[in-house]
């Protein structure tokens, strides 16, 4: 559709000025010292969904972070279309491995550089700019509301309470959100599903101080040993999960879908390559595209203990901590899977140990229908696009609210995401690609147009 | 003899003041940030040697922090006793467990709270003091050469270069050295043995960045899981060593002396009492004093990778990092068992990532002779001053530059330590009785005596 292609190229140098402004925004939700940036954040964003046309913009305070609410209501008879996504970004440490800081936004070879421009900034932002034209260009042909949390990044921990409380102002036909990945700009797909979550944090203690090694070493048992012991055990020699019951519940492919998953393009050299690894590894009898997409798995996260300073510290640590989270296939409940790592990671403690574990925060797997009309509203827009009929992949990311969107308010979600794999989300250098903004810019209003003509 | 004791008691409160003010000194050779105080350590040292009356008093520099001589040499047909020392401390961390800052000494329940309070500040000033008697008090006895070093808790790296350019200098009968323990004051003992020590540092490296687990969890390896099963299989089922060769130069203890050790004063519930623990831990087949004093131990001093900040990170770490250090018994080679470890190591490294290690620094186990004169003449020393006649003791614990002394200047060496072990070494709250402090003042004098006597 040329009128928005042109509306885009009209306005591309403010909308990446603009999405600049709110990468420079320091938001992280997971680390107390940026309170003020995150709430200045919220306050950005309100004002820009006001900017572009939004009617009862409003900071919504929770517990946590605020939510930022907004929407647009031309017509009752119409649909309603909720886009929800988040201003909250991943700390940025390793701060040393950042080219430029994580919070100066910076263009090489046509991507942006810092940290939240794929996850979620970059990719939120681009619907308020979509809605933008909508209404500058009267093109909105529904009604749509936006619902943007500061969250995300930490569990969501408020949206729960705010979106029970909220019903009747949330009410929609269907959820959207931009906060996935898709295969290539050539070759377009659609996530249909993302895995769960829980995230723990354990804690091993020995004595009740750190000792001198020369002096206890060898007659006191140690911290850090113990818990690389318990960590060791948590896999097989398959790699499978060493967690009784964990796999239960777990519903295997057919294996029809799980060659339909094989046929997405994957090459494991440039997989390697990229990642500069000589193999990769795995749950025994999976591919790389089912052990990151539907598989459950058990990763350690951060570990720690003693002395992690400059030189040679002759210490025997009194406790050591390990960040570790289990990411949940469809099926899979986060809650009962805290509970069996729990039971079993303090019933493997030895008994020269106290061990303490303490849930982080969980999600629940989701995954989204291929045959509802906003999955083919998307397959249409983004074939209209890009040219190219978009397939659907599984996603090995965790998009909790999923799950609550439609416990809670009965809707369903479509993942309309424009990032790649190799946005380095969550790691150093996090980047979004310029085309990717724009392409998405452009591919939202097409979204809302099939999605109200095929909702007739 | 009553006349130092009278001495120590007219001078307790300049003698406490003094050593409170070189305890000051954030003296923390590990952490580069102190150079400048570690510095200032040395000069005050000198200064406290010249006060005292020592000749030819020189801050010595070598490549790394200076070595601080001192001599008093009335005669040449007199023996000859170096005493050696280090003026330099552990890092404090973690402070947040220390009850009062580790470098404002402070005094509770007689005892001296402060980094280096023990190790070795309080034990090598009990030197200073002593000679600052002899001298005053013309009860110097034989000639007496003072060797202060900044670096022996990194290692003393160029503590072997300084010897084996001034053996001249160094010439002596007998090495004291004060930095070892006690039994108690009711039960004074000689430590006879002390451990060598293999210190390394491992890096694990997986993907060249830190990855989103989402995305990459389950199909990528993760090197801190990696890690933790390279440290878990470094002891087997009995808690030995399991790298190929590791005891091959042990020697075994015999009957006699292992029931000899094993009749030093041990009670396991008081010792699980101290240090909050509910089991004792070690190799299959010793005692907790076996364990701790003959046998040797590899034990890991800290072990990070990942995100260790506040909060959940979803990460899965490009690197895992961990602290060993190996605790030697006589005639194991430190050069030896840091090649063992480190091909060991690497040998079990799997293909999905990449292993360094990098050799910290070694120290080679040590006994120390019975049947000395210089034994024989600490023996008698104690014996005086505490009432009860010292019994040997094997210590867990490595002061390297022992066996350095005995291989480059051919003299052997003394350990009068009046530390208890549950002085804290190495740990927060480190303290040093002060009865143990001025006991030991007491003391020195005497065994300066008795050694000139049974050198006759």
Not at 427 to 443: A, Q
Request: hydrophobic fraction near 35%; glycine fraction near 8%.
């Amino acid at each position: 559709m040329q009128k928005i292609k042109d509306y885009v190229s009209a306005n591309t140098d403010r909308f990446l000025a603009e999405l600049f402004e709110l990468l420079r925004f320091p938001s992280v939700s997971a680390d107390p010292k940026y309170k003020e940036d995150v709430i200045k954040t919220a306050a950005f964003v309100a004002q820009k969904l006001q900017d572009a046309g939004a009617d009862q913009v409003e900071v919504c305070e929770t517990a946590g972070y605020p939510i930022v609410y907004g929407e647009k209501l031309i017509d009752p008879k119409l649909p309603t279309v909720l886009v929800y996504g988040h201003y909250d970004v991943q700390p940025a440490d390793p701060l040393e491995l950042w080219d430029t800081p994580p919070f100066e936004p910076t263009v090489r070879d046509g991507k942006i550089y810092a940290r939240g421009a794929a996850d979620d900034k970059g990719q939120f932002y681009m619907h308020v700019k979509a809605f933008e034209y909508m209404m500058s260009e009267q093109e909105l042909p529904c009604n749509i509301k936006f619902m943007i949390e500061g969250e995300e990044e930490v569990g969501s921990s408020n949206l729960g309470t705010f979106v029970k409380e909220n019903k009747e102002r949330l009410s929609a036909d269907v959820i959207v959100i931009s906060d996935t990945a898709m295969i290539s700009l050539e070759q377009p797909s659609i996530e249909t599903g993302l895995r769960g979550l829980s995230y723990v944090e354990v804690e091993v203690t020995g004595p009740n101080r750190d000792l001198h090694s020369g002096v206890y070493g060898g007659a006191v048992a140690n911290p850090a040993t113990i818990l690389s012991k318990m960590i060791a055990s948590l896999h097989d020699e398959n790699n499978h999960i060493a967690i009784p019951g964990f796999y239960d519940d777990v519903i295997e492919l057919s294996d029809a879908e799980r060659k339909a998953l094989n046929e997405a393009p994957f090459d494991v050299e440039e997989y390697k390559a990229d990642l500069g690894i000589n193999e990769i590894w795995g749950e025994a009898g999976y591919s790389s595209i089912e052990r990151a997409g539907t598989r459950p798995t058990l990763e350690v996260n951060g570990l720690w203990g003693g002395y992690i300073g400059e030189g040679a510290k002759t210490v025997l640590p009194s406790k050591a901590f390990a960040k570790i989270s289990m990411r949940l296939v469809p099926n899979q409940n986060s809650t009962r899977i805290t509970e069996l790592f729990q039971s079993h990671f303090e019933g493997i403690a030895p008994k020269y140990v106290k061990v303490k574990v303490t849930p982080h925060h969980g999600g629940e797997p989701v995954v989204t229908p291929t045959d509802s009309i906003a999955y083919k509203a998307a397959e249409k827009a983004l074939h209209e696009t890009f040219g190219k009929m978009p397939i659907p992949t599984r996603g090995g990311g965790s998009i909790p609210i999923v799950a609550l969107f439609e416990k809670e308010l009965g809707i369903k979600t479509v993942l309309l995401g424009f990032g790649l794999d190799s946005d380095n989300l969550h790691s150093p250098n996090e980047k979004y690609g310029i085309d990717n903004y724009l392409k998405g810019i452009e591919t939202i209003p097409l979204f809302h147009k099939y999605f109200t003509e095929l909702s007739k």
